[in-house]
């Protein structure tokens, strides 16, 4: 087995750590405590090729591998894990289905701008009463002529109202479950469709996640994204390699909470002696290192599946199962080695800490990747 | 037109570990293009695009440096081709030996019209080659460099000096040692990381560049490694600045450091 990056992937690991410390990080705190999406940050994203590396040239992406866009991912979250939020939703989750399942036509009107960064994209799949059951979806597409007229509503949809472009996914015939369920490309501004009120959370703050409304919203009849009847095949194949995303997210908070960590305790004197030398503090340290050391083989071994086509759905899984877990228990560790002041925003890791806990539930929950992994243990 | 760019891979020194010997251990140092080189590849780039000239970036070291991730990182940061010699021979070389290599290399490449160099290399500091190599090429030196404007042959050069800024215009060929701020040095896009690989690297051997011995020789002549002296450990009371200051300028008296 080879563990080594290639020089490319060092290279660019290296690239997007520079743009991220000298950009993102300084205004990550303000981004947080403000609730407020990073516009500005998302051209500068774009002049990088980060908006959509692992796509074609020739399709406004940056031609990288899916490893070299997991490492971006970890290095932006680091960072930033709202940044890296809205860097996965769009790149992974939005322009993915396009890219895979979308016509010349499709390509030719969304990818390009997409994968170049011009617009931003978001994918639409959780209901308010459907989230780990997706297939319960109450939303609607109806063909009427040359149209597609849409009705219900979305929960949660990261990067609203900022996106111009939604995956937006509707019951065509809802007698069918989930085989009765289709992918539509929904432009921002179309009549019918509006967005709400953006949800108060526990983190990642500076990314958006507001419910969509479509009431009667009529859409052409080409904007379907793949065959009719096809759209759970759609989602449940983005989210196999969204969830890579997600468990990259979750090592970059990580990797930076046990950075901060490891600073803290350098610092910190008690006894008369830094932290670091108690031997307390050294074994959380060695158990944080271990399990993020442990979660990057996971993650990036999942992308190198996806690099080399084999398949990634059971090892995406897993990667997300455990390195969101890790996240969590690291950020808990990170604040145990703050002692007091880790529970405050004076330093970085209740922060850390709270953007951890989503990597546990969305793009699928910890007990969907069990599923997926037991399912296929026991096959 | 050429312009050349000469840089250094090498290692972090925040990553080095001084032994008790006082000699430095690199062995566990990450290798990287010299921190402050980036800024010497942004401003010639400008400079480059500005006069329609070709941006060819130059190094010389022991093993390592022709390694295909340097000349990437370099590549990747806006330099059109790369030209390097690498030799074991080197890995100990003085600056002196260092710029005199270089110089054979600029005087191969031909036509060269420009060179410029970062402040300083982040592993030894010791600002000597930009200047040591003007004086291999006959060139002028300018080292400290704020801004340029203008073409190669007819520079306008800032340069900072205490309590002010210094304007020279340069006219013929000079090497050009650009300060930290001297261009806000690029973060490499993706596709740039990516192209560097197609772009040309030209391996020159040191046996046949016939480098003619150099106009400079140094030598080290001993190795010492400063006494730490004992912290005093003296608090002033801040809570009347001007009484603080009073005690701050006596006690400073008081040791002959004022």
Redesign the interface.
């Known amino acids: 087995m080879d563990f080594e990056l290639t020089?490319?992937q060092?290279?660019?690991r290296?690239?997007v750590r520079?743009?991220a410390e000298?950009e993102v990080t300084p205004i990550a705190a303000e981004l947080d405590r403000d609730h407020r999406f990073p516009s500005e940050l998302l051209p500068k994203m774009a002049?990088?090729?980060?908006m959509g590396?692992p796509y074609p040239?020739k399709m406004g992406g940056?031609?990288?591998d899916e490893l070299?866009y997991i490492i971006?991912v970890e290095e932006v979250s680091r960072a930033c894990a709202s940044t890296g939020c809205i860097l996965s939703a769009h790149s992974s989750l939005a322009t993915w289905p396009v890219y895979k399942f979308g016509t010349a036509a499709q390509h030719e009107q969304y990818l390009h701008d997409m994968a170049s960064g011009r617009r931003l994209g978001a994918f639409a799949l959780t209901e308010p009463a459907a989230g780990t059951d997706a297939g319960a979806g109450t939303c609607t597409a109806v063909l009427k002529g040359d149209e597609y007229v849409l009705n219900g509503s979305k929960i949660f949809i990261t990067n609203a109202p900022f996106a111009e472009i939604y995956i937006v996914f509707a019951k065509t015939d809802p007698t069918q479950g989930t085989r009765g369920m289709s992918a539509f490309i929904v432009e921002k501004d179309t009549p019918g469709f509006t967005v709400g009120e953006a949800e108060h959370k526990l983190g990642i703050r500076g990314s958006s996640t507001p419910p969509l409304y479509f009431n009667d919203c009529h859409i052409p009849a080409d904007a379907l994204l793949g065959a009719e009847g096809s759209g759970f095949k759609v989602a449940m194949a983005t989210l196999d390699g969204g969830r890579i995303g997600i468990a990259a997210q979750a090592l970059g908070i990580a990797q930076a909470a046990l950075d901060a960590s490891v600073a803290y305790a350098k610092e910190r004197v008690q006894f008369g002696k830094p932290i670091a030398t108690l031997q307390a503090i050294q074994w959380m340290i060695a158990d944080m290192a271990t399990e993020i050391d442990a979660a990057r083989l996971l993650v990036y071994r999942a992308a190198s599946c996806m690099d080399n086509d084999r398949p990634y759905g059971t090892e995406g899984a897993m990667a997300k199962l455990f390195a969101s877990e890790m996240a969590t228990r690291v950020c808990g560790k990170a604040i145990q080695i703050h002692g007091g002041y880790g529970y405050t925003e004076s330093y970085p890791v209740e922060r850390n800490y709270r953007d951890a806990k989503i990597t546990e539930i969305y793009e699928g929950t910890s007990e969907v990747q069990r599923m997926v992994i037991a399912r296929a243990a026991l096959r | 037109m050429k312009i050349v760019v000469a840089y250094k891979w090498t290692s972090d020194p925040e990553e080095a570990a001084v032994r008790a010997d006082g000699t430095v251990d690199w062995s566990r140092a990450k290798p990287?293009l010299s921190a402050y080189d980036p800024v010497a590849i942004e401003l010639a780039r400008h400079l480059a695009d500005a006069a329609g000239a070709e941006l060819i970036g130059v190094t010389a070291g022991g093993k390592g440096v022709a390694v295909?991730?340097a000349s990437?990182?370099a590549l990747?940061r806006g330099l059109d081709r790369v030209v390097i010699v690498e030799d074991e021979s080197l890995a100990e070389a003085g600056r002196s030996e260092l710029a005199a290599v270089l110089a054979e290399v600029i005087r191969q490449i031909g036509d060269v019209d420009l060179v410029v160099t970062g402040d300083s290399s982040v592993d030894v500091a010791a600002k000597m080659v930009p200047t040591v190599l003007a004086g291999e090429l006959g060139w002028p030196a300018v080292a400290e460099v704020t801004a340029v404007s203008g073409q190669a042959g007819a520079l306008h050069v800032e340069r900072a000096i205490p309590g002010g800024v210094q304007v020279l215009e340069v006219s013929g060929p000079a090497v050009l040692a650009a300060s930290a701020d001297a261009a806000v040095p690029r973060?490499?896009?993706?596709?740039e990381?990516?192209a560097?690989?197609k772009k040309p690297v030209e391996l020159l051997e040191l046996a046949a560049l016939k480098v003619p011995p150099g106009n400079a020789v140094m030598t080290v002549t001993g190795r010492s490694r400063p006494e730490r002296k004992a912290r005093k450990g003296q608090f002033i009371d801040t809570t009347d600045p001007a009484a603080a200051a009073a005690e701050l300028v006596t006690a400073l008296r008081g040791a002959g450091a004022l």
């Open positions: 020089d490319e060092q290279l660019i290296d690239a520079e743009f000298a002049e990088l090729n980060l590396m040239e940056a031609g990288a070299s971006a | 990287g295909p991730i990437k990182a990747s973060v490499p896009g993706m596709k990381v990516l560097a690989a």
